[in-house]
T-cell receptor, first 116, second 114 residues
Framework: DAGVIQSPRHEVTEMGQEVTLRCKPI?????LFWYRQTMMRGLELLIY????????DSGMPEDRFSAKMPNASFSTLKIQPSEPRDSAVYFC??????????????FGPGTRLTVL | KNQVEQSPQSLIILEGKNCTLQ??????????LRWYKQDTGRGPVSLTI?????NTKSNGRYTATLDADTKQSSLHITASQLSDSASYIC?????????????FGSGTRLLVRP
């Protein structure tokens, strides 16, 4: 398996533009997680899905952020409108089973977002 | 307040030496504790996962310990190699409002020099 795939790897955009990040989880995994990492705040969980259904989105910073998982092999994280403070590395991770089952999360390579 | 604190923030050691990274947490109730290794420019990779009933878990040259009574964990790296240079993140999982929450430490940045 190719692991978790994220695209694009790098994104540079201007303030106010819409940004869409994409993730393909490992085939067969039923949990998908979106994280954000910055120097100031470290790694933060934004939202996670189980069987394509959002379970906990309490980490989503504000209404400008939205995430969808239309099927088991694809998820998007959208920021609209984007702001400079959204600049960060966004990671997607997937696992077979949730945290309660102690299953390992496999992370993608991340998308480095820069909002000018 | 649920918190995870790691120390030191950064560490430089010579190749071949051992080192120990610390993680203290106040997350309650506690579910499990994980150590991740993150190379520069890459996603984190899981090293160990431990529940409250486990005291020690090893993964090659990495050994994690857990004291659930004092809410402390450590990650010991034996015979360090240049490839061990990375950030090491401690993550504690607990049940908050009937759902699992992941509380992340800020990480320890390790540099192994030849």
């Amino acid at each position: 398996d190719a692991g978790v795939i994220q695209s694009p790897r790098h994104e540079v955009t201007e303030m106010g533009q819409e940004v869409t990040l994409r993730c393909k989880p490992i085939s067969g995994h039923d949990y998908l997680f979106w994280y954000r990492q910055t120097m100031m705040r470290g790694l933060e969980l934004l939202i996670y899905f189980n069987n394509n259904v959002p379970i906990d989105d309490s980490g989503m910073p504000e209404d400008r952020f939205s995430a969808k998982m239309p099927n088991a092999s694809f998820s998007t994280l959208k920021i609209q409108p984007s702001e400079p403070r959204d600049s960060a590395v966004y990671f997607c991770a997937s696992s077979l089973g949730g945290d309660g089952n102690l299953n390992e999360q496999f992370f993608g390579p991340g998308t480095r977002l820069t909002v000018l | 307040k649920n918190q995870v604190e790691q120390s030191p923030q950064s560490l430089i050691i010579l190749e071949g030496k051992n080192c120990t990274l610390q993680c203290n947490y106040t997350v309650s109730p506690f579910s499990n504790l994980r150590w991740y290794k993150q190379d520069t420019g890459r996603g984190p990779v899981s090293l160990t996962i431990m529940t409250f009933s486990e005291n020690t878990k090893s993964n090659g040259r990495y050994t994690a310990t857990l004291d659930a009574d004092t809410k402390q964990s450590s990650l010991h790296i034996t015979a360090s190699q240049l490839s061990d240079s990375a950030s090491y993140i401690c993550v504690v999982s607990g049940v908050v409002d009937s759902s699992y929450k992941l509380i992340f430490g800020s990480g320890t940045r390790l540099l192994v020099r030849p």
